[in-house]
């Protein structure tokens, strides 16, 4: 009965369609995408610090006309807002990435590609004409990465996203519980042919995406990784997983052109700072020095306009764009899109700004 929920009633907001995913999708693939570390602490302490923070809106403002475009790194995007880079979308639709690609495109969304895509990057440029940058771990191999750096800037990528909050796994107990694991026929076509072997492997009471980083990511990445990934690329780089200040001025001073804030949606450091606790202090820090971006469970319109209010120029939302996409594909990614989207407008004009810009720390309750 509950099946077809999504076919038999409208889904209004982003949580539902949480809840319409986890009826489609099979355990071990929901959790994969649902989870978060050790107990979750997180998952839940990022929402609630979201919730926490009260707006005090501005009233008698003419808020008729309105426009939420942005200029980020060169490229407008209509909207302050991009889908967060996320591993193995096939899991959770035929289509992969070049649904959740297509889906941004159509909403003016900008789009992150993760490393671990179950698509090329060639073939995700290819399906859309929007913003595209490439999510990059640093691998043992160094000439692994360098060749991936290299593919993604001739493919067309106009931004490289370093994600430094996993130099190992977080301990994720569902996928251990669920032996989590990725069936050998779904692509993985940008980390070469070797090193995926690893994750197709079912073990008992373990992650083969555990097992895959342990061998091929490297724990000793560091400051200096940042330096010689500059000097491959003209691609801007903007670092991923920053939750302190002191790390995002050291970022831009050592090349960085913009840093996001982020704990990795919760997937960790369990019991980490929210990231709508440590936005603020990272923006005052950084002084408009580069840009600055945030994620970690946004899943409101009021949401984004805190973000902004604290400091940020734009969020990734992450896990709400999978839940679109299991549900009906690249219509139903669009569609979680075009709902916050529009819950944005809506929480932006109430708050009194015209724009995204107007959205400033004054908004928020002290
Ligand atoms: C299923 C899943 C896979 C992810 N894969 C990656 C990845 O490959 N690279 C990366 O930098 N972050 C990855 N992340 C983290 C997201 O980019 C993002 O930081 C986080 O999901 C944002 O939080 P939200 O899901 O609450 O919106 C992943 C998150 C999820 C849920």
Redesign the pocket.
Known sequence: MTQDRAAVMPLVNLHQYESAAAERLPRMVFD???GGAGDELL?RT?RAAWDGIAIRYRVLRDVSRRSHRIELLGHALDWPVLV?????QQLAHADGELATARAADATGTGF?L????TRSIESVRAATGGPLWF?L?IYRDRGLTEALVRRAEQAGCTAL?L?V??PMLGRRERDLLNGFHVPAETPIPNVGAAPRDVLAERVETASSLAAFTERHWDASISWADLDWLGSLTRMPILV??IVRGDDAVRALQHGASGV?V??????QLDTAIPTARALGDVADAMAGGGALLV?????RGTDVVKALALGAQAV?????V?WGLAVDGAAGAQRVLQLLKEECDLALALAGCRTPAEATRDLLAP
Do not use: C
């Not at 982020?262 to 997937?267: D, L, V």
């Open positions: 994969y995408y649902a998952l990022s967060a880079p996320m591993a193995f992150i993760s490393t671990l895509a999510q771990y996203v994600t909050d996993a991923k997983g996001i982020s704990n990795h949606g919760g997937r994620d970690g469970g946004i899943r990734l939302l992450g896990r709400p999978l």
